[in-house]
């Protein structure tokens, strides 16, 4: 086999010469530098004949195989992938990404106008689980008589991970479904109904995980759909994907070489074996595509021929003329990019930051000020310092992270911190503008000099990865920190963070102290302006509430508002007030504590009526005089604050006012509804509390006490800082934040974002010495592509492989911004499949989903009350406008979501006894097919187990998961067997709370006079089964792997997905996106690491071959039926029948027993010494 090279090129080029096979990865290419002498990476090739197309820059280029100057073939402004010729050569088949949807396109191959196939998307197809599918309508090719386009989609799908094959003309029309169970690629072969294929999707997710084997590791299959017979062709456990069928050999893409990098390779039907046809090193290749006698791909970013009949590899040399439209500058506005903000110490101003760039803005007049002018840096978590002159921020460039200070009216910043590791906020100034606090990837605490620069260690909190520390406060005199950390418990050999405890730190002495003993969760401190008190949030109410559904509780509104006198000496501020005689005659002495709080807020509310105060006078405010605390005994003396039950998440207090945020009851999906979060407010004068304002976030103080600052219902707001409720309109002043706009230059923007990504993945990553020892190579490996980046895609697409490289479950990029990309715009859907009547030229209504209109989320729109359309009826038109074929009817749907809309029905093609009915659409049918799905699966167990067994399918371990778990369990928890459907789980973290239900021991039973039983606790009694399958994933592989361990019965199907790292919050990137980093990891009982990259295999072994579900046949659903059956029948389970009645005077034995010291009536002397037996 040779390797042949086309002619050296300029423009756009790489320079290569001849290379060996084995090394074809490693070509001299140029060094890294000016961005426009390196071509751009090149994705998605096809080939026919001498022509190429692929994708760069986000567009379909067209060249030959012998490489030279590209002719674009697309010039959309939105992202072209997946391109497949025609196998007649006319046509170009791609994926396209416009208007937020993902959908099937053509244009000619000799170029012309580009024509849309597909009018149904389904980018957002569930509002749960941790596993996020790729998007929709991936085109796979053609059909072999060049007429139809294969697409896989999941618009009919029960699961998202579930995608079916579809065929949709050239001339346009309704898709059609090819009768494959579920799929990913492939490639057709002798005829028109054989098929090789991948049984899913997963290599076209947003996350690339190289080295796995988990239950997604996938195997080439074929499949006659015709005769119905499967055949698994390879083996191995690692992935061969990309099957692609000519003659007696089915080429496909595998790791399964001794270097485990994705290389070409071909499997004989006749001699039965495998050959290696590449042999790169450093990067997989991607996106294989056949045409003819030729194979054509991408290896890291550059575009290959290889020549099934002569063996020849040829590297193309290309040269892109990109116009740079997608990287091109643009004024960005960022104003619902918000993602930090702080207010000035006089309220006056508030500066934001927002995609990278910092801004401050006036509270009512003036206009925006641009304080960021570098367009590579990501400037985040601002903090103005309580003297007004600076303001302090996190601040990244490059590889490069730090804290800076910067002059609050412009000017040169200054960087705090120099060593490598990451940082995050919030920053925290002290009082008087001396000292700062922040955290690092460690999670250690620093206070740092902001003159000198000396820092400081205060503490660690290793209980989690981010989020630590974020309640700090200092103290008026700047000499105590408080803040919240975790309490390092022992237990056994080794300690774990359970209760969270207040800490004070002296800065002058470095000492760190507890406070409290460790009983309750105490958080949010906060030292009285005054320095009299430490204000703070405990839980320490329980309101144990009922569930609905269980015999189990949970605490609502568990928090208080509490106080804590620094000195020993000082009163209680709820001490019982006594009218003194005395007072106001003379006698000062007998001024109480709270006529001090009474005279405070009076000035205070002068000063905030007043509206103003000089920079001078904020100044002042930071010259506090140190304060002493008493901390022996703190905690002792503490009190409730008389404000109502709640969950409250900040505190903050100025002149005798506490005000604290009140969040709302919190579901798994979210807010309770009804419920909205508070700002609230407590006078200590009045002791009387009431709410300022409702739906609010971000809630701050100005350091001078004097302003309010927070977001109110999504616009940003100061008001006073005061107890009076409606201070006038005049006083609230909204935030004009349009004038937030940055000047973005993505070029500049990449780099830096890539930077992050590999910074969070060093600093974050779970197993922190073999991060440290490969990712440097990893890196540097992904890094020089960097320059060849042309679209903010191909940047994620180079951070996606870098991180996929680590073989690690949770591990993906996500989104990014190249101002193509717009919001997601699901088609309008009427719950039904359609399907056309050839002779007519009509569509019949082929099922109606019937969804269920009392639960929210499954309203079926043509399952309405009175509404008397049926499956058979024709749609003979949509909004008045006539269906008829080749229309698409979804097309006719376009821009309908939220609208009530005509349809036009009759129950012929004529439209004899046509009417029209009036109806609204739903934005995704999903859960239509997720109902439909369960209750098939349900019915198919009642009917084979003669209603003896019970049926819950778990969707994911999330809001969906729970609520259809809730409303199938309860009502079948009773039968003598169920069965739990743990297949296609998406993910999540729901597996306690359902284990707490299902694993649980019968301690015995109640009746009463009628006989009604009730067992105690209600514990399921029957037997238990499991299905499992390779889209088990997640807190899916979990629930697998727990039932299986704790023997609650047997798991039957195949392996789950394999993935236990999981994450806590996702980190934000520059122009947009964000990343995942595995950074906590699950391990067994035994000390060793469970399930990661191998999964959980089942007890039984059971194949789901695409002839038995063509046939209706679930056989891993009918296995756990037969197996629980058997164990009916063998050894049935029931509760135990109530005893007989017991008589009126029951002989009772003596309890406890005396022995022989009786003294009568079977009663014990105790008073006499003796203790019983």
């Known amino acids: 086999m040779k390797t042949v090279l086309g002619s050296a090129a300029t423009l756009f080029a790489v320079t290569t010469g001849v290379i060996p096979m084995a090394h074809a990865d490693t070509a001299q290419k140029p060094a890294a530098g000016a961005r426009q002498s390196a071509p751009p990476l090149m994705r998605y090739p096809t080939v026919h004949g001498d022509t190429v197309v692929f994708e760069a820059g986000g567009n379909l280029w067209k060249t030959t195989t012998h490489g030279g100057m590209a002719t674009q073939l697309t010039d959309d402004p939105g992202f072209d992938e997946d391109a497949h010729f025609s196998p007649n050569g006319k046509w170009v088949a791609f994926t396209g990404w416009y208007q937020g949807n993902t959908d099937v396109y053509i244009v000619p191959a000799a170029g012309g106008r580009v024509r849309r196939l597909t009018y149904h998307s389904i980018n957002n197809p569930s509002d749960g689980g941790k596993l996020k599918p790729s998007t929709d309508n991936r085109v796979l090719g053609w059909t072999p008589d060049s007429n139809n386009v294969v697409f896989l989609s999941r618009r009919d799908s029960f699961n ?502 009140t969040q709302p009851s919190q579901t798994i999906e979210g807010p309770l509804s009804g419920e909205q979060s508070a700002l609230r407010a407590y006078d200590m004068d009045k002791r009387k509390d009431h709410t300022l304002e409702t739906d609010v976030k971000h809630v701050a103080l100005s350091a001078d006490g004097s302003t309010l600052f927070y977001q109110h219902k999504g616009n940003w707001t100061t008001r006073p800082a005061s107890f009076v409720k409606n201070p006038g309109d005049d006083a609230v002043d909204k935030i004009d934040l349009s004038g937030l706009k940055r000047w973005v230059q993505p070029e500049a923007e990449w780099p830096t974002a890539y930077g992050e990504a590999m910074r969070d993945v060093r600093d974050y990553f779970l197993d922190p010495k073999l991060i440290h020892k490969i990712w440097p190579a990893i890196d540097a490996r992904y890094r020089k592509l960097l320059d060849r980046a042309a679209t903010r895609r191909d940047v994620d697409w180079l951070i996606a492989n870098a991180m996929g490289t680590t073989g690690e479950s949770h591990m993906y990029v996500r989104g990014g911004n190249d101002g193509w990309k717009t919001p997601a715009n699901p088609t309008a859907d009427l719950g039904a499949e359609f399907a056309l009547d050839p002779d007519s030229g009509r569509y019949k209504i082929a099922k109606i989903y019937k969804g269920d209109n009392t639960v929210p989320g499954y309203r079926a729109p043509l399952n309405q009350p009175g509404l008397k359309v049926k499956a058979g009826d024709y749609l003979l038109a949509i909004n008045g406008q006539p269906l008829k074929a080749p229309t698409n009817p979804y097309k006719l749907l376009q821009g309908t979501n939220g609208d009530t809309i005509s349809l036009k029905v009759a129950d012929d093609a004529d439209g004899k006894n046509a009417y029209v009915i009036h109806v609204e659409p739903v934005a995704n049918a999903h859960k239509l097919h997720l109902l439909a799905w369960i209750r098939h699966n349900r019915q198919t167990v009642d009917k084979m187990s003669d209603g003896q067994i019970g049926y819950v399918y778990l969707e994911d371990m999330e809001a969906t998961g729970m609520k259809e778990f809730i409303r199938q369990y309860y009502s079948q928890r009773n039968k003598k067997a169920i069965i739990f459907d743990d297949r296609w789980n998406l993910g999540g973290f729901i597996d306690p709370m359902l284990f707490d239900r299902i694993d649980r021991q019968l301690d015995g039973m109640f009746t009463n006079r009628y006989r009604a039983t009730s067992p105690t606790p209600n514990a399921p009694m029957g037997y238990m089964a499991a299905l499992i399958n390779r889209g088990s994933a997640s807190d899916g592989d979990i629930f697998a792997y727990m039932f299986k361990k704790d023997h609650l019965g047997p798991t039957i199907g195949s392996r789950t997905w394999a993935g236990v790292r999981g994450y806590d919050g996702s980190f934000d990137l520059l122009g947009g996106g964000s990343l995942v980093v595995s950074d906590n990891g699950m391990y067994g009982t035994h000390g060793q690491w469970i399930v990661e990259n191998i999964g959980v295999e089942p007890d039984v072994r059971v194949h789901d071959k695409p002839e038995d579900l063509n046939a209706g046949h679930d056989a891993q659903l009918e296995k756990a039926v037969h197996m629980l059956m058997a164990k009916i029948k063998a050894h049935p389970k029931t509760y135990p029948q109530a005893p007989s009645w017991m008589p009126a005077f029951p002989p009772q034995p003596d309890y406890p027993s005396c022995g022989s010291d009786k003294v009568g009536n079977g009663v014990c002397d105790w008073h006499n010494g003796n203790s019983g037996s």
Do not use: C
């Not at 501020?573 to 005659?585: C, H």
């Open 160 to 661: 998202p991970q579930v995608m079916h094959a579809y065929t949709v003309p050239v001339g346009g029309g309704l898709p059609k479904k090819l009768p494959i169970p579920w799929t990913g690629p492939l490639s057709f072969g002798p005829n028109d109904h054989t098929v090789a294929y991948n049984k899913l999707a997963r290599v076209y997710r947003p996350f690339h995980r190289k080295h796995y084997y988990g239950g997604q590791a996938q195997d080439i299959w074929t499949f006659d759909y015709k005769n119905g017979k499967s055949h698994r062709i390879t083996h191995w456990k690692g992935a061969d994907v990309w099957p692609m069928w000519s003659g007696d050999t089915i080429y496909f893409s595998s790791d399964r070489g001794p270097n485990h990098i994705q290389n070409l390779w071909a499997y004989s039907q006749k001699t039965k074996q495998f050959t290696q046809l590449t042999h790169f090193s450093t990067y997989d290749i991607d996106f294989p595509t056949l045409g003819g006698n030729k194979i054509t791909f991408s290896d890291g970013g550059d575009l290959y021929v290889y020549n099934t009949k002569n063996q020849d590899l040829t590297k193309l040399n290309v040269r892109v003329p990109l116009n740079g439209v997608k990287a091109m500058p643009h004024w960005a506005k960022v104003e619902g990019h918000v993602d930090g903000s702080a207010i000035a110490p006089n309220g006056h101003l508030a500066v934001f930051s927002a995609r990278g760039a910092l801004f401050t803005v006036p509270a009512k007049y003036g206009s925006a000020n641009t304080l960021t002018q570098n367009p590579a840096a990501d400037q985040r978590d601002p903090a103005w310092s309580p003297n007004g002159k600076q303001i302090a921020y996190i601040g990244a460039e490059g590889d490069h992270q730090a804290v800076y200070v910067r002059p609050a009216d412009g000017g040169k910043p200054k960087a705090l911190t120099h060593d490598k590791l990451s940082v995050h906020g919030p920053l925290s100034w002290s009082r008087d503008s001396k000292h700062l606090t922040y955290v690092d990837a460690d999670q250690t605490l620093w206070m740092i000099d902001v003159k000198s620069g000396k820092r400081t260690r205060i503490t660690r909190d290793p209980s989690k990865t981010r989020g630590n520390f974020s309640d700090l406060h200092w103290s008026p005199g700047s000499d105590w920190l408080a803040f919240s950390k975790a309490i390092p418990q022992p237990i056994g050999n080794m300690t774990v963070p359970n209760i969270q405890a207040i800490y004070l730190y002296h800065v002058t002495d470095g000492k760190l102290t507890r406070l409290g003993d460790g009983q309750y969760n105490d958080s949010d401190p906060f030292f009285s302006d005054d320095g009299k008190y430490l204000f703070f949030v405990s839980q320490r109410i329980v309101n144990p509430t009922f569930s609905n559904f269980d015999e189990i509780t949970a605490g609502l509104k568990s928090s208080g508002l509490y106080a804590a006198t620094l000195k020993k000496d000082t009163p209680s501020p709820i001490a019982p007030r006594v009218r003194s005689a005395t007072k106001g005659l003379g006698d000062d002495s007998a001024s109480s504590d709270d006529d001090s709080h009474k005279k405070n807020a009076k000035a205070h509310d002068s000063s905030s009526n007043n509206g103003k105060e000089s920079d001078k006078k904020s100044e002042h405010k930071t010259g506090r005089k140190p304060i002493d605390i008493d901390v022996t005994g703190l905690m002792g003396r503490a009190v409730r604050l008389p404000v109502p039950d709640a969950d409250i998440s900040s505190v903050a207090e100025a002149k005798g006012v506490v005000y604290y945020t």
